[in-house]
């Protein structure tokens, strides 16, 4: 389950060099190639079956916050959340 100030926070992943946050994790990995840092494409092999990750609302009464009913991406749970 996500935890209401997770949701509430715009930025997760933070620069180590600028101290600047961004809200992804992905806005971070483009960032880096600023500072000439390494950084790494996540990829997946053929062979590879991650399931997928479902999002649970953190309010009680919600009806996502049931598993047969949860979100299946975070920025979806976010809008639902903040509305």
Same mark, same amino acid.
């Given at each position: 389950? =996500?935890?209401?100030?997770?949701? %509430?926070?715009?930025? $997760? /992943?933070?620069?180590? =060099?600028? +101290? !600047?946050?961004?809200? $992804?994790?992905?806005? %971070?990995?483009?960032?880096? $190639?600023? #500072?000439?840092?390494? /950084?790494? =494409? @996540?990829? $997946?092999? !053929?062979?590879?079956?991650?399931?997928? @990750?479902?999002?649970?609302?953190?309010?009680?009464?919600?009806?996502?916050?049931? #598993?047969? #009913?949860?979100?299946?991406?975070?920025?979806?749970?976010? @809008?639902?959340? +903040? /509305?």
């Amino acid at each position: 389950m =996500v935890s209401p100030r997770s949701l %509430l926070d715009s930025n $997760r /992943f933070t620069c180590e =060099v600028w +101290l !600047q946050g961004f809200p $992804r994790n992905q806005n %971070l990995s483009l960032h880096q $190639r600023v #500072h000439n840092l390494p /950084f790494t =494409v @996540k990829t $997946r092999s !053929q062979n590879d079956m991650v399931p997928r @990750k479902k999002y649970l609302c953190p309010e009680p009464t919600c009806v996502h916050h049931n #598993h047969s #009913h949860a979100i299946g991406d975070y920025g979806g749970l976010k @809008k639902r959340y +903040l /509305f």
